[in-house]
């Protein structure tokens, strides 16, 4: 920080919360344009094919908003565990399980449970993901063990469950040795909109799920700012020790972060499962369990802003498949992207509690505390 | 039975030894007040900077050295958003994680199948290398040997040298500290990167002594075990390696349960060490006054120099 230095704000500032992700935005585009030109591609050509051309037909819209909603759901829950200042970032494994526990249903009574089989697999699917979720909650609550690391390490185990049964027990015995179940019949799937007779997604992959998520986002909305409990949650991560002088359980809230996070991760499951892949294999994620960390962070924890940061992450992942097409660029370069938005996100949100100051050329120790205060008051009231 | 404890052992050690590099590398980050979620991201970095060095000719020590840079360059952008501009050490620690997995798989894509073309051997010393049972401690490359001199080092470096008491005191209150005189943010950046360098040495170990060969994601998961280990180990340089060698002696069982053919899946083998890694988790964690008098007191809090 040559020539400049950093003093606290008196109050964070509003405006920079707005202006801090698009600024991250920004600055990632323009990496984006420079990392471009460094692999020997026309930079205006490669950003048209990565953020532009995907978007430019009705199908590519669609495959945003397939992506997107996941991500969206995933991010929900994300953003109340984190308001609560509980780290759940096992996301991906509760996802695995939601997707396992809807696959088990769909491939056991396809035949018995007619069309009751997809709101159970729904069911389902958010329980198996509450239900990974619950083990995190219970070695943070009951043993103090750190939800990070706990809930990553279930994210490994939970893959390697969903190996196990597509390798072995439920494995299509038509399939090969691929590992894939069988394919899942049309009782085990949302209904795709193109069937519901809106012509406007004829074609594309777009299914009923979407609506869990368009439910999903008033719903997380009102919990987070209308409801006693959402109040506690957030209590709970702002300020635990006013929390618990409030007599807010603490362990109630990891419970209910954990909970609330992995049933939204759990249902993404099952979205994809009954949904664009229509069985389980081991490798049917592209890991929107952790670009979900993206998404709440990008979202700075808000419900509303959720839906915006997930479709600007879903683009991310279209815009990598886009160019490998194009431009033969690996896919992963997304997953870079998604890296490099993140830290300016992080870098650009100083900003909020702090401003810029040119140093002044004598003072040159550090500022004490007094004087630091006293501009910033002197700011507030001009 | 008996004839088969000292490949065990062998095979308990190759697992602990990248573990250990790399968690000793965090412990010193963690003492110094900074909790480095980018482990594993650094590591990959690592890995893959000193793989690509090894494939267009340069020598060990100098691919060793380009995986030490990679994963300190990304210790570098971790101190630079957490320590100058106040981020948040967890949020901040995830993102390298994911910038790291994101940039090895990018530019490691033409590199992954290929063999290294040259590797680190093991240097077996004479008379102590054929011991039964511990022998394989006197049989390690580098590396290895590397690690246990790490062990010893970074133990005198905290506990005995004065750099290392103003690094401890730095983590226990950066404001006393300070108002003592010591660079808080300085010896913060130190330790930061001192973490990146013995991950991107972990890195390099997986792809240069152990794989041998480039494969995406190649440290699957090993760079959170290293951060377990580091609050397994109460923050103390000895009982890190006896931490590692005991998750390496989980791993090494699981395998050699796998070769030995027993009716559980290899799967359900395959998750012992992560399992492991909960339950130690676990058990070490319940303890938390224990715990609170180990852990560096200002761990993971930001410290803001300017007020």
């Given at each position: 920080m040559m020539g400049?230095?950093?003093?606290?704000?008196?109050?964070?500032?509003?405006?920079?919360?707005?202006?801090?992700?698009?600024?991250?935005?920004?600055?990632?585009?323009?990496?984006?344009?420079?990392?471009?030109?460094?692999?020997?591609?026309?930079?205006?050509?490669?950003?048209?094919?990565?953020?532009?051309?995907?978007?430019?037909?009705?199908?590519?819209?669609?495959?945003?908003?397939?992506?997107?909603?996941?991500?969206?759901?995933?991010?929900?829950?994300?953003?109340?565990?984190?308001?609560?200042?509980?780290?759940?970032?096992?996301?991906?494994?509760?996802?695995?399980?939601?997707?396992?526990?809807?696959?088990?249903?769909?491939?056991?009574?396809?035949?018995?449970?007619?069309?009751?089989?997809?709101?159970?697999?729904?069911v389902a699917g958010m329980a198996g993901g509450m239900l990974w979720a619950s083990l995190t909650a219970l070695c943070r609550a009951r043993f103090h063990a750190s939800?990070?690391?706990?809930?990553?390490?279930?994210?490994?185990?939970?893959?390697?469950?969903?190996?196990?049964?597509?390798?072995?027990?439920?494995?299509?015995?038509?399939?090969?040795?691929?590992?894939?179940?069988?394919?899942?019949?049309?009782?085990?799937?949302?209904?795709?909109?193109?069937?519901?007779?809106?012509?406007?997604?004829?074609?594309?992959?777009?299914?009923?799920?979407?609506?869990?998520t368009l439910v999903a986002i008033p719903l997380a909305w009102f919990f987070c700012q209308r409801t006693f409990a959402g109040f506690?949650?957030?209590?709970?991560?702002?300020?635990?020790?006013?929390?618990?002088?409030?007599?807010?359980?603490?362990?109630?809230?990891?419970?209910?972060?954990?909970?609330?996070?992995?049933?939204?991760?759990?249902?993404?499951?099952?979205?994809e499962v009954a949904g664009p892949i229509g069985q389980l294999n081991d490798r049917w994620t592209p890991e929107y369990g952790f670009t979900a960390i993206i998404v709440a962070t990008l979202a700075r924890l808000n419900p509303l802003a959720v839906p915006v940061a997930a479709l600007l992450m879903a683009l991310l992942y279209l815009g990598g498949e886009s160019v490998q097409i194009g431009l033969q660029l690996p896919k992963s370069i997304s997953q870079v992207f998604q890296g490099l938005l993140l830290m300016f996100l992080l870098g650009s949100e100083v900003l909020v509690r702090f401003r810029l100051r040119r140093r002044h050329p004598t003072a040159h120790a550090a500022p004490s505390a007094s004087v630091s205060v006293a501009t910033a008051a002197g700011e507030k009231a001009a | 039975m008996t004839l088969s404890v000292t490949p065990l052992v062998a095979s308990a050690i190759a697992a602990a030894i990248p573990l250990l590099i790399a968690a000793l590398g965090e412990l010193v980050t963690e003492r110094a007040g900074l909790l480095n979620l980018g482990l594993e991201g650094m590591m990959l970095m690592g890995a893959l900077a000193a793989f690509v060095a090894i494939t267009h000719g340069a020598s060990l020590p100098w691919a060793l050295l380009a995986g030490m840079l990679a994963g300190a360059a990304g210790a570098l952008v971790f101190g630079f958003l957490t320590i100058t501009l106040q981020a948040s050490q967890v949020a901040t620690g995830l993102s390298l994680t994911i910038l790291g997995a994101g940039i090895s798989s990018f530019l490691g894509r033409d590199y992954v199948g290929y063999r290294a073309p040259a590797t680190f051997e093991t240097l077996p010393i004479p008379g102590l290398a054929d011991l039964p049972v511990v022998g394989p401690l006197f049989d390690l490359n580098v590396l290895g040997y590397a690690a246990l001199l790490a062990v010893v080092g970074v133990w005198y470096f905290l506990q005995r040298s004065r750099l290392g008491l103003h690094l401890r005191s730095v983590g226990e209150s950066p404001a006393v500290a300070r108002s003592l005189g010591l660079r808080v943010n300085r010896i913060r950046y130190?330790?930061?990167?001192?973490?990146?360098?013995?991950?991107?040495?972990?890195?390099?170990?997986?792809?240069?002594?152990?794989?041998?060969?480039?494969?995406?994601?190649?440290?699957?998961?090993?760079?959170?075990?290293?951060?377990?280990l580091v609050v397994f180990a109460t923050w103390r340089p000895g009982r890190v390696a006896i931490g590692a060698l005991l998750f390496g002696g989980v791993t090494a069982l699981g395998l050699w349960?796998?070769?030995?053919?027993?009716?559980?899946?290899?799967?359900?083998?395959?998750?012992?060490?992560?399992?492991?890694?909960?339950?130690?988790?676990?058990?070490?964690?319940?303890?938390?006054?224990?715990?609170?008098?180990?852990?560096?007191?200002?761990?993971?809090?930001?410290?803001?120099?300017?007020?």
């Open positions: 400049f230095e950093l003093v606290r704000r008196a109050a964070p500032s509003r405006r920079m919360q707005v202006l801090a992700p698009l600024q991250a935005v920004l600055l990632t585009l323009m990496a984006g344009l420079g990392l471009f030109a460094l692999l020997g591609q026309n930079p205006m050509h490669a950003f048209h094919e990565f953020f532009i051309a995907p978007l430019s037909t009705a199908n590519g819209v669609s495959e945003l908003l397939l992506k997107a909603s996941p991500l969206c759901l995933i991010g929900l829950g994300l953003a109340i565990a984190y308001r609560a200042n509980v780290w759940n970032i096992g996301a991906e494994g509760q996802m695995y399980m939601g997707g396992v526990f809807a696959t088990g249903l769909a491939i056991h009574f396809q035949e018995s449970w007619g069309a009751f089989l997809l709101p159970a697999m729904i939800e990070i690391l706990v809930s990553l390490m279930l994210t490994y185990v939970a893959n390697l469950v969903v190996k196990y049964l597509v390798f072995g027990p439920w494995q299509d015995p038509q399939a090969n040795n691929f590992p894939l179940t069988v394919e899942f019949q049309d009782n085990a799937l949302f209904p795709l909109l193109a069937a519901l007779g809106w012509e406007w997604f004829e074609g594309t992959r777009l299914n009923l799920s979407i609506v869990i506690q949650l957030a209590v709970a991560g702002v300020a635990p020790a006013a929390a618990r002088y409030a007599g807010f359980s603490a362990s109630r809230a990891i419970w209910m972060a954990m909970l609330a996070s992995g049933g939204a991760a759990g249902l993404a499951g099952v979205s | 130190g330790a930061v990167l001192f973490g990146g360098a013995m991950a991107g040495m972990a890195g390099t170990y997986y792809a240069l002594a152990q794989l041998k060969m480039w494969q995406e994601g190649l440290t699957s998961g090993n760079g959170w075990i290293a951060l377990a349960l796998q070769t030995v053919g027993v009716g559980v899946s290899t799967f359900a083998l395959a998750s012992l060490p992560y399992l492991a890694t909960i339950v130690v988790l676990v058990s070490i964690s319940a303890d938390q006054q224990a715990l609170r008098r180990h852990a560096p007191a200002a761990l993971g809090k930001p410290f803001f120099d300017g007020d």
